[in-house]
C-alpha cells in the first residue's frame, strides 16, 4: 500500500470514527430527551372517559371510608421535575370540601383551582388552559356542593337588594346569573341555584377558546360537572 493510499484509509478511518460519534452522541440525545419527557405518574395517561371513571372509583372508596395507604414519601421524589394530573378539578374554597381526599387521590393526580362559589373567572380559565395544554389533562370537573355560603349569600344580596361588604361583591355578580335562572324554576331556590351554577360553568369551560373547546371537540377534553354531598360525601354527576 503506497503512502498516499494509507493516508486515505487514514482519513476514512478517522471519518469514520467521527461519525460514529456524532450518532452515538445523537442516539444518547434522543434517548435522553425521551427519558426527560417520560411522566412521572404512567398510570395517569388516561382517555377523558377513563379519568372520569377513575375519579368516581375514588369517590366511591371515599364515601365507604376505604383509605388508599398512600406513600407520600415515595411518591415526593418522583414529581419533582413534573406532573402529569389525571384530572382537573374547578371547586369551591370550603374547608368542607377537599378534592384530593372526596377523589381518594395521591399526589400529582389532580390539578386542583379552588375558589368561593366553583365558577370560572379569567385566572381560573387560565389555570385550566394550562392544564390541558401543558400538561395534557383529559377531564375537568366543576364541582360544586350543597350548603354552599357563597350561593347563599348571593341569594340573599340579590333578595335585598343589598351589595355585600369589601370583595364578596365580585362573588355576588359572577353567581347572580345562576341564581336568577334558579328562580324560573320549581323547587328549592338554593339547591336549583348551587346545580345551575356548575352548569353554566361547564358550557363556559368547554365553549372557551381557543385551548379548551378545541380540546374538547377533537375528544382529547371531558368537561363534566358534579355536586358533592357534604352529609354523605357522595359526588352526583349533573352534566
Given at each position: 500500500m503506497s503512502y498516499l493510499t494509507k493516508i486515505a484509509a487514514s482519513r476514512?478511518?478517522?471519518?469514520?470514527?467521527?461519525?460514529?460519534?456524532?450518532?452515538?452522541?445523537?442516539?444518547?440525545?434522543?434517548?435522553?430527551?425521551?427519558?426527560?419527557?417520560?411522566?412521572?405518574?404512567?398510570?395517569?395517561?388516561?382517555?377523558?372517559?377513563?379519568?372520569?371513571?377513575?375519579?368516581?372509583?375514588?369517590?366511591?372508596?371515599?364515601?365507604?371510608?376505604?383509605?388508599?395507604?398512600?406513600?407520600?414519601?415515595?411518591?415526593?421524589?418522583?414529581?419533582?421535575d413534573g406532573q402529569n394530573p389525571y384530572a382537573a378539578v374547578l371547586s369551591c374554597a370550603d374547608s368542607r370540601v377537599a378534592p384530593e381526599l372526596v377523589f381518594g387521590t395521591g399526589l400529582g393526580d389532580l390539578f386542583v383551582c379552588?375558589?368561593?362559589?366553583?365558577?370560572a373567572n379569567?385566572?381560573?380559565?387560565?389555570?385550566?388552559?394550562?392544564?390541558?395544554?401543558?400538561?395534557?389533562?383529559?377531564?375537568?370537573?366543576?364541582?360544586?356542593?350543597?350548603?354552599?355560603?357563597?350561593?347563599?349569600?348571593?341569594?340573599?344580596?340579590?333578595?335585598?337588594?343589598?351589595?355585600?361588604?369589601?370583595?364578596?361583591?365580585?362573588?355576588?355578580?359572577?353567581?347572580?346569573?345562576?341564581?336568577?335562572?334558579?328562580?324560573?324554576q320549581t323547587g328549592d331556590t338554593f339547591a336549583e341555584a348551587t346545580r345551575q351554577n356548575v352548569i353554566d360553568n361547564v358550557n363556559k369551560l368547554k365553549s372557551a377558546g381557543p385551548i379548551l373547546n378545541a380540546a374538547v371537540e377533537q375528544n382529547r377534553l371531558k368537561v363534566v360537572g358534579g355536586l358533592y354531598r357534604l352529609a354523605t360525601g357522595r359526588v352526583d354527576l349533573v352534566s
Open positions: 476514512r478511518s478517522l471519518l469514520l470514527f467521527a461519525v460514529s460519534a456524532v450518532c452515538l452522541r445523537l442516539g444518547n440525545n434522543i434517548v435522553d430527551a425521551k427519558q426527560a419527557k417520560a411522566p412521572p405518574k404512567p398510570h395517569n395517561l388516561l382517555s377523558p372517559d377513563a379519568a372520569l371513571k377513575r375519579l368516581m372509583e375514588g369517590n366511591d372508596r371515599y364515601v365507604q371510608g376505604a383509605s388508599r395507604g398512600d406513600d407520600f414519601k415515595r411518591e415526593r421524589p418522583v414529581l419533582v379552588r375558589l368561593a362559589g366553583n365558577f379569567d385566572d381560573t380559565l387560565a389555570s385550566m388552559e394550562y392544564a390541558v395544554a401543558v400538561l395534557n389533562t383529559p377531564l375537568i370537573l366543576v364541582l360544586g356542593h350543597d350548603h354552599c355560603g357563597a350561593i347563599d349569600a348571593a341569594i340573599k344580596s340579590l333578595q335585598d337588594d343589598k351589595p355585600p361588604p369589601g370583595h364578596i361583591s365580585s362573588l355576588v355578580a359572577a353567581l347572580a346569573p345562576a341564581v336568577q335562572a334558579s328562580r324560573q
